[in-house]
């Protein structure tokens, strides 16, 4: 504890205390630049989390730049392609999404457009490009099925999507409604243009071929179906988002597609 020696106190009734010189040690000094450090030292993450947070979030276009942003990202990459060769790609699309298709007798009817996304409810088609195909898979009862396949046209707003929405209450894609159940009312929707063959569930994948799809990243990395028993999908977690296929589980895929068009 830093003191400081004071002379001696007055005598009762006697003059004041004789003048000496006060000693005054640095701690005073010490305590105020270890304030300062510590303060430093603990101010710079922050300011480090600040700026990667209002990065992420868009600060100073309101509460939703961050989303708006995310949308803008995913439209812009959706749009970034060459004209080399196609790809193919995956997408699960879930019991609600078919029950929905059947109940509004999409069933044999084409899809003009699908929807890509910034959630998992509604997964976003990273990676895609005009000319590119998607094969829009389902599963019941450990069954996969091959509900249609997606040909991309393009990646853009047009007329046919309908008024873009004044206030939140309306429809995103009021000129889609026959199709919402694709995701046009889903976090952050970006309509993408297709030319697509009619929905059918009665296409079922074989099973001696579940085990062989495999799929790869941007890296290059592949991988295969997980949770294949016997030729059964027992779980369909690893299907879930929209994965690239490799070459030749694209072709298989086509294959399939082939065959049930024929």
Request: aromatic share 6%.
């Amino acid at each position: 504890m830093c003191r400081t020696p004071l002379g001696p106190g007055p005598a009762v009734g006697g003059p004041g205390p004789t003048s000496q010189p006060v000693t005054v040690f640095p701690c005073g000094r010490i305590a105020l630049l270890s304030v300062g450090l510590v303060s430093l030292f603990f101010s710079v993450p922050i300011i480090v989390v600040l700026v990667k947070a209002s990065t992420k979030s868009g600060w100073g276009g309101g509460a939703g730049a961050g989303v708006e942003d995310s949308v803008r990202r995913e439209a812009v990459s959706l749009r970034s392609y060459d004209h080399g060769m196609s790809d193919a790609f995956t997408v699960l699309w879930t019991h609600d999404t078919c029950r929905a298709l059947r109940k509004a007798g999409r069933v044999g009817e084409r899809p003009p457009v699908a929807f890509s996304g910034i959630h998992s409810s509604l997964p976003a088609w990273t990676g895609a490009r005009a000319g590119d195909e998607v094969y829009a898979l389902h599963v019941n009862r450990c069954e996969v099925f091959l509900v249609s396949r997606l040909r991309v046209i393009d990646l853009e707003r047009r007329a046919c999507c309908g008024t873009p929405p004044a206030t939140w209450e309306d429809p995103a894609y009021s000129g889609h409604g026959d199709w919402s159940m694709l995701g046009a009312d889903g976090c952050g929707a970006v309509a993408v243009h297709v030319d697509a063959t009619p929905v059918r569930f009665d296409v079922p994948i074989p099973g001696e071929l579940l085990a062989r799809p495999t799929w790869r990243n941007r890296r290059g990395q592949t991988r295969s179906l997980k949770h294949v028993v016997d030729g059964r999908l027992e779980r369909s977690v690893s299907l879930q988002g929209f994965y690239r296929l490799t070459s030749e589980s694209a072709d298989e895929s086509a294959e399939v597609v082939t065959s049930a068009l024929s």
